[in-house]
């Protein structure tokens, strides 16, 4: 089993930034692939970023490549997710989630057996 706790969004105007977390407790052996995911209301659910331990390799969606940077600290069993130049439909409900070990990262959620709360990041014009 595996406990994910995210932190870090807020309110912020369009073009700033914000560092999501994502502290990993319990199996950490069950957290070799890392992902965030967000929501907005009436969206469906949108894979943004991955990571695989140990290699560290890395894929982003489309809508947030270039902006967002995904990074995991292993000794600390944390996950990050630096989001610069946001926009406006930014925001969402971001969710940290955790899946076995794979050699690729992967946005498709079935990979992904474990999830946070939620993290609430609101991006004003």
């Known amino acids: 089993q595996v406990q994910l706790q995210e932190s870090g969004g807020g309110s912020v105007q369009a073009e700033g930034s914000l560092r999501l977390s994502c502290v990993v407790s319990?199996?950490?052996?069950?957290?070799?692939?890392m992902g965030w995911f967000r929501q907005a209301p009436g969206n469906e659910r949108e894979g943004i970023a991955a990571?695989?331990?140990?290699?560290?390799?890395?894929t982003y969606a489309d809508s947030v490549e270039g902006r967002f940077t995904i990074s995991r600290d292993d000794a600390e069993n944390t996950l990050y997710l630096q989001m610069n130049s946001l926009k406006p439909e930014d925001t969402a409900a971001y969710y940290c989630?955790?899946?076995?070990?794979?050699?690729?990262?992967?946005?498709?959620?079935?990979?992904?057996?474990?999830w946070g709360q939620g993290t609430q990041v609101t991006v004003s014009s």
């Open positions: 989630a955790a899946g076995d070990g794979r050699p690729w990262p992967t946005l498709v959620s079935a990979f992904y057996l474990y």
């Open positions: 319990g199996d950490t052996a069950s957290s070799g692939l």
């Open positions: 990571i695989t331990a140990g290699n560290g390799r890395t």
